[in-house]
C-alpha cells in the first residue's frame, strides 16, 4: 500500500515540474515579447531625438549665419560712423593714419564675424554628434527588439525537461515505481 502512495507522489511531483515548466515558458516568451516592445519603443524615441537634434543644428546654423551678418552690419556702420567723424573733422578718410584705422576696424571686423560663426558652427556640430549618438542608440535598440520570445521559452522547456528527466532518474533509481 505504500508503494502506490509514493509512486502517486513521484507522479504528482512530475506533473508539477511539468506544469511550473509551461507556465515557466509562457511567462518568458511573454516577458520577451514585452522587453522587444519596449526596444522597438526605446529605438522610435531615438530616433525621433535624433531628427530633433538635427533640427536644432540647423535652427544654430541659421543662427550663425545671422549673428555672422549681424557682426557684418555693426561693423559696416561703425566705418561709417568713423568715416564721418573723420571728414567733419576735415581729415583724408582714405589714406594716411586714418585709411590704415580704417582697414583695422574692417579686418577686425570681419575677423569677429567668422568667429561668430565659428562659435555656432561648434554649437552646431556638438548637436549632429548628439543627433549620431541618438541614431547609434536607435540601432541598437532596433537590434535588440528582434530576440526570438521562442530562446526564452525553449530554454525554460529545456530545464524543466531536465528536471522532470532527473526526478525520475530518482525515482526509477530509488525503485519508486517498482
Known amino acids: 500500500m505504500c508503494v502506490p502512495l509514493v509512486a502517486g507522489i513521484a507522479i504528482a511531483g512530475l506533473v508539477m515540474t511539468a506544469a511550473s515548466t509551461a507556465v515557466a515558458a509562457y511567462s518568458s516568451y511573454q516577458q520577451q515579447k514585452s522587453a522587444n516592445a519596449a526596444a522597438q519603443y526605446n529605438a522610435d524615441i531615438q530616433n525621433r531625438n535624433a531628427q530633433v537634434a538635427n533640427m536644432e543644428a540647423d535652427r544654430i546654423d541659421q543662427q550663425g549665419d545671422i549673428a555672422a551678418k ?3 552690419l555693426e561693423v559696416a556702420q561703425m566705418e561709417g560712423t568713423q ?3 573723420g571728414a567733419a573733422s576735415g ?3 582714405d589714406s594716411g593714419s586714418f585709411g590704415n584705422i ?3 576696424t574692417a579686418g ?3 575677423l569677429d564675424a567668422l568667429q561668430t560663426k565659428t562659435n555656432y558652427s561648434l ?3 556638438a548637436k549632429r554628434n548628439q543627433s549620431a549618438n541618438y541614431t ?3 540601432s541598437l535598440d532596433d537590434f535588440s527588439s528582434h530576440t526570438s520570445p521562442m530562446l526564452g521559452a525553449g530554454a525554460s522547456l529545456l530545464s524543466g525537461a531536465s528536471r522532470m528527466a ?3 532518474y530518482t525515482a526509477e533509481k530509488d525503485g519508486t515505481f517498482s
Do not use: F, I, N, P
Open 166 to 168: 532527473s526526478q525520475t
Open 108 to 110: 577686425y571686423g570681419e
Open 83 to 85: 568715416r564721418a567723424t
Open 136 to 138: 547609434a542608440q536607435a
Open 70 to 72: 549681424q557682426k557684418r
Open 102 to 104: 580704417q582697414s583695422d
Open 123 to 125: 554649437q552646431s556640430w
Open 91 to 93: 581729415m583724408l578718410v
